[in-house]
């Protein structure tokens, strides 16, 4: 069974501070896709990033970053210079198999940057 | 109108009640799913529908029950709901149901069975 932990429940900063939020994993296909998402207090989940297990290089986006560690099983997730517009529950989520696109969702984890 | 559609955005309903949460995607994308997000649980995916057709029922209780007419539009149909259901709904669709296909959510419809 896949599994995917963020400890992080919940995180506050304050603004321009960077933040890293922690994405672990467990599965047993080598053959997977993992993403990070957004909930803003609006509660629609927006997609940031999808990743594939066989692609470790890591990625940035403006002020985000994403590093995937397979020896780890992690796929951290870095906001830098946070600002007051990133609040928000952040969510990891793993893809997995050949049953077609069902994701395992992480607990979620709020950051709160403070102005 | 663009994106993922949800009506109503908030519902109350008591256990007796039938009511429908409807969901409408402008995106062109051929699958359409229903998660269930409650306050500390990870959100579950509810009902999957692929061209139209379902394709995944993860055990969900009868008094849901879903309907795809078309690939745009999707209900949930709810009856004799319990207070444990009260949760948020998210629609989402994509394109395809392959592994790799991001899915792009609605804003939820927030419903509390009293």
């Known amino acids: 069974a896949q599994k995917v932990t963020q400890a992080q429940t919940e995180i506050s900063v304050v603004e321009k501070e960077d933040v890293t939020l922690d994405c672990v994993y467990e599965t047993r296909d080598t053959t997977y896709y993992l993403f990070w998402y957004k909930q803003p207090p609006s509660g629609e989940l927006v997609f940031l990033i999808r990743?594939?297990?066989?692609?470790?290089q890591n990625e940035i986006s403006g002020r985000y970053s994403w590093n995937f560690q397979k020896s780890t099983s992690s796929f951290n997730f870095t906001i830098t210079a946070s600002q007051v517009v990133d609040s928000a529950v952040y969510f990891c989520a793993l893809s997995e198999g050949a049953a077609g696109n069902k994701l395992t969702f992480g607990g979620g984890t709020r950051v709160l940057v403070k102005p | 109108e663009t994106g993922v559609t949800q009506t109503p955005r908030h519902l109350v309903m008591g256990m007796t009640n039938k009511k429908s949460l409807k969901c409408e995607q402008h995106l062109g994308h051929n699958a359409m799913y229903w998660y269930k997000q409650s306050a500390k649980k990870p959100l579950e995916l509810m009902f999957v529908?692929?061209?139209?057709?379902?394709?995944e029922n993860n055990s969900v209780p009868s008094r849901f029950s879903p309907e795809c007419p078309n690939s745009s539009h999707l209900f949930l149909h709810l009856h004799t709901l319990q207070p444990e259901d009260s949760a948020l709904y998210l629609c989402?669709?994509?394109?395809?149901?392959?592994?790799?296909?991001?899915?792009?959510f609605g804003n939820g419809t927030r419903l509390t069975v009293t």
């Open positions: 529908y692929s061209l139209e057709e379902r394709v």
């Open positions: 989402a669709s994509s394109q395809g149901t392959e592994r790799n296909s991001p899915l792009h």
């Open positions: 990743r594939n297990s066989f692609d470790e």
